[in-house]
């Protein structure tokens, strides 16, 4: 029942799409007012999805299995908690949240636009339902949410239980969040090129929703990774696999076009370019989409995926980017070459060398992700791009890029001098001694962390000299910097300071290694809702005789059959402690996984503190130089 | 200060790969590097699968023989094609993975270039 | 004028990616090597099942005349499957038939065979899995056909009915 609601709703909220079109062309046409019957059937056509989403939702809660998506995904045992969060868990209906959130987003742009010209709301709105159809007609034909399955089952298939996990169950809505604010940038930019509208205003008036998708989609990062690092088991967090590399290239995008958005605020310069990357951000985000659900890659985070719907995003995808094309080349007036021009010690020099960086970065992720599917196609050879490779390509490059982050903030629009800022090069003097000293005492002598951790450190301490000397002018951009050099920091002494042991033991035996002991006291058997847990008690005595307990645990889960290995973490503000443990097949003995890893929690602090300086930006209404 | 910034992305490049590292050290080196052949999408390193776990003793079993960090990936590669390193090498099948993300940061700067105004004015 | 050219490359360079995605979605994105057919045999020293005598993989393959090897464990449900293809290929004159016992307890090995019988004429085993490896193979069952010292058709996982007319097609 709540299944056929939700359909007919989907069908509803289609029909909604084309109403609005009309409208919206007539109202393009005819008056000068902007006709807000407009905002009512935004708001409606909103309800549709609500109604059809709730429909789901219902379905899941209720085990309907006579939908086959609920079928496919949720089992009769599975708790209350990861029936409702199993609802986005899966394709059909992620794509639901996707088109929720996306209607959502349109609605609440017209609310929040009632200041802009009639023509640039109208326009916009029709760029917005042009990919909200396309979402609609995605879902309705090839992805429907709602099929029936007859005879109806009696047990459904239930959700791999890596997915049954907390982070994971908002991790999805908060990216979408992301993704999707990023597709009103695209339908405002698309509108006031056509418009020939882009100004200093416009500026202003998108900037909130370029901070608004960067916000959600660095949270939204930060959730998939911190679940990888608790659930997949080897301790890491961030593994250059394609489906993250995918969540991370919209971020370079808009993070580029956040910087961009300031320099246009102050002059009207870089319009091209800020149009190019308003529009890039979001076909990056559905690129990601392409990429993930059509299976063309294979990734360690397995989505069920199917060619022909990836055929669809594809051509929805091309559309939109030969669309834009049009516009773009057709409307867009290159600026006045007397603008254009910087002096090289400036603001805008150090935005742009900023962007520039940024744009790098993005390239050799993209290339490197999509490098496979090329070569296969024209040549049939397989290769594989992982770690090494971006490593790379993007450390070295991070040195130069530090320094500007850390001198950029200091320039002046126009023209600058630095010739008063001795404390820059004293601050470098400093970094440097403190990296050598580091360094040396930990008797690594790679050059290149030397040279890294300087350079980190030296935007550390001049913008943590920032804060305190600048009153909180410019709050928003000091601690996006300053989270930043954390970020880099942490992960750089996590990798350099990070221990690790491999071992079979058995119950009762005792791991000596010159640092710690690692006894294996006791394994203990529990029956939970829809898995058994098996739960190993591990006493870790360090060489000061402090005794941490870990107890890492094994679930076999019911439906479906699989077995999956629980970290256990114990964490401080230094250092994080990590076991796991797997079966080894026909021993009595098991494969204990032990870690230390400094840093572990300041790597998150870190980037809350960047997100931290987004909000902050978001929060304040007069921007500063 | 250009100049010097240059001379240091050039000489990373280039001195990336030489590390002194213990046998164990070489052996997570070298998992991390190679990928599972049953859960594609993992290392070797990071995978528990059987086949992941033979190729660790395999790797250590190498080691201890005396080869080179790079005849075991030759070693594999003959085994099981190139798609098992994680680290393409330099070869007419990777020419563009490599060089087009420097290529493209060339003409940035190239482009970025053009934009400033060097002289006082 | 400038413009114009440059929509010109980006519509052709967009529309060369799309094609490239679009090829690349019929694809499979399972990887599985290339066959390495026509690679030599590989050497390797390995202990005799049920004995602690070692034998070297050239005393086995000491004949010109066809081998078949099959990588097996009484853990791997699919060798089932492929056992009565192989207790059909024992019988035959053509072709020895080689087992490598992988990663396998020898208790349930034996039982193994004593419940399905044994089609192989040497067993050895590979207890950590490095032979296998040896081997190019990365899963078990996996069977490889020898002639002349060189692998000339590999099947990963189990024999079907089909792989196993070809096998009897090239062996007659």
């Known amino acids: 029942m709540a299944s056929l609601i939700g359909y007919y709703s989907l069908i509803f909220g289609f029909c909604t799409s084309l109403l609005i079109i009309l409208i919206s062309i007539k109202n393009f046409k005819n008056t000068n007012v902007f006709n807000t019957r407009i905002i009512s059937l935004t708001f409606l056509q909103f309800l549709f999805v609500v109604i059809s989403f709730l429909g789901l939702i219902l379905s899941f809660v209720n085990s309907d299995f006579s939908n086959q998506t609920v079928f496919n995904h949720s089992h009769t045992t599975k708790p209350l908690f990861y029936k409702i969060s199993g609802t986005w868990g899966n394709h059909e209906g992620s794509l639901l949240l996707w088109l929720l959130v996306l209607t959502l987003f349109i609605f609440l742009f017209l609310l929040k636009s009632k200041e802009q010209i009639k023509k640039y709301r109208v326009l916009t709105l029709l760029f917005q339902q042009i990919i909200v159809i396309g979402f609609f007609v995605f879902l309705i034909k090839s992805s429907n949410p709602f099929s029936n399955i007859f005879p109806v089952p009696i047990e459904g298939l239930g959700l791999n239980p890596i997915l049954q996990d907390p982070a994971l169950a908002i991790h999805p809505p908060i990216l979408y969040l992301g993704y999707v604010g990023s597709s009103i940038i695209f339908s405002s930019s698309l509108a006031a090129t056509s418009l020939n509208n882009i100004s200093k205003e416009w500026a202003k008036h998108i900037k909130p929703w370029v901070l608004i998708s960067w916000i959600f989609l660095t949270i939204g990062i930060l959730l998939g990774s911190i679940w990888a690092y608790y659930e997949l088991g080897w301790g890491g967090f961030w593994f250059w696999d394609p489906v993250e590399n995918v969540s991370l290239m919209p971020w370079l995008a808009l993070t580029t076009l956040l910087h961009c958005i300031l320099v246009l605020e102050k002059r009207l310069v870089l319009t091209s370019w800020v149009i190019i990357l308003s529009i ?71 935005i742009l060398i900023n962007n520039w960086f940024m744009m790098y970065f993005l390239s050799v992720i993209l290339i490197g992700t999509v490098y496979p599917i090329f070569l296969e196609v024209l040549s049939s050879e397989k290769i594989s791009v992982g770690p090494p490779f971006y490593n790379k390509l993007i450390i070295p490059f991070l040195i130069p890029f530090l320094l500007a982050m850390a001198i950029g903030p200091k320039l002046k629009w126009i023209k600058s001098d630095l010739r008063d800022r001795l404390y820059l090069i004293l601050f470098l ?50 601690v996006a910097h300053f989270g930043f050099s954390l970020l880099i920091l942490s992960i750089l002494f996590n990798n ?102 400094p840093f ?26 | 200060m250009k100049f010097l910034k240059y001379l240091f992305i050039i000489f990373f490049l280039f001195s990336f790969n030489y590390s002194k590292a213990e046998n164990n050290n070489l052996q997570n080196k070298i998992t991390k590097n190679l990928r599972c052949l049953i859960c594609q999408g993992q290392s070797i390193y990071d995978s528990d699968s059987e086949f992941a776990n ?3 003793i395999l790797v250590d079993q190498k080691i201890n023989e005396g080869q080179t960090e790079n005849q075991i990936y030759e070693y594999l590669k003959d085994k099981y094609g190139e798609w098992i390193l994680y680290d393409p090498k330099f070869s007419k099948n990777t020419y563009f993975l490599w060089l087009l993300p420097i290529l493209i940061f060339i003409i940035g700067g190239a482009i970025l270039s053009k934009l400033f105004i060097i002289k006082k004015s | ?110 039982f193994f065979l004593g419940e399905f019988k044994n089609p192989y004429k040497i067993i050895i ?10 081997w190019g193979a990365y ?10 010292k060189k692998i000339i058709k590999r099947i990963t996982g189990p024999i079907n009915i089909d792989s196993f007319s070809e096998i009897k097609e090239i062996i007659q």
């Open chain 1, 429 to 478: 003097v400093i970094s440097l001694l403190l990296s050598g000293l580091i360094v040396n005492s930990l008797d690594i002598s790679f050059l290149t962390n030397t040279i890294l951790i300087t350079a980190a450190f030296y935007l550390f301490l001049i913008s943590l000299r920032d804060f305190f000397m600048n009153k909180f002018e410019n709050l928003s951009q000091n």
């Open chain 3, 1 to 110: 004028m400038k413009t114009n050219f440059l929509s010109k490359i980006l519509i052709v360079f967009f529309g060369v990616v799309f094609f490239i995605f679009y090829k690349g979605l019929n694809n499979s994105n399972i990887y599985v090597p290339k066959v390495n057919i026509d690679k030599n045999i590989p050497s390797f020293t390995a202990k005799i099942f049920n004995s602690s005598t070692k034998i070297k993989s050239e005393e086995i393959f000491n004949n010109n005349q066809f081998y078949l090897v099959n990588i097996w464990a009484s853990w791997c449900i699919p060798c089932r499957e492929e056992h009565s293809f192989l207790l059909d290929l024992s019988k035959n004159k053509n072709v020895i038939i080689i087992g490598i016992n992988y990663k396998d307890k020898i208790q349930n090995a034996k």
């Open chain 3, 139 to 148: 899963g078990v069952p996996e069977t490889f056909l020898i002639s002349n």
């Open chain 1, 280 to 350: 890039s951000t979001f076909t990056l985000s559905m690129s990601g989409t392409f990429l993930v659900r059509s299976g063309i890659l294979n990734s360690v985070h397995t989505f069920a995926s199917d060619p022909e719907r990836g055929l669809f995003i594809l051509i929805f995808l091309f559309s939109l980017i030969f669309l834009s094309l049009f516009i773009f080349f057709s409307f867009h007036k290159v600026e006045n070459q007397n603008t254009k021009h910087f002096f090289w010690l400036s603001k805008e020099t150090s």
């Open chain 2, 54 to 56: 033979s190729i660790k």
């Open chain 1, 496 to 597: 350099i300071f990070s221990t690790e042991v491999i071992t079979n033991l058995k119950i009762g035996e005792t791991f000596h290694s010159e640092k710690f002991k690692i006894n294996f006291e006791k394994i203990e058997q529990n029956d939970k809702q829809n898995f058994k847990s098996l739960t190993g008690k591990f006493n870790i005595e360090d060489q000061n005789g402090v005794i941490d307990v870990l107890e890492p645990e094994l679930r076999i889960y019911n439906q479906p059959n699989i077995v999956t290995s629980e970290a256990d973490i114990k964490t401080n503000m230094i250092t994080d402690k990590f076991m796991t443990m797997n079966l080894v097949r026909d021993q009595e003995y098991f494969n204990i996984r032990y870690q230390i890893k």
């Open chain 1, 600 to 625: 572990m929690i300041w790597i998150w602090i870190s980037v809350l503190l960047i997100t931290f300086g987004g909000i902050i930006s978001l929060l304040k209404k007069k921007y500063e130089n």
């Open chain 3, 125 to 134: 085993r590979d207890t950590d899995g490095t032979i296998s490896i040896d």
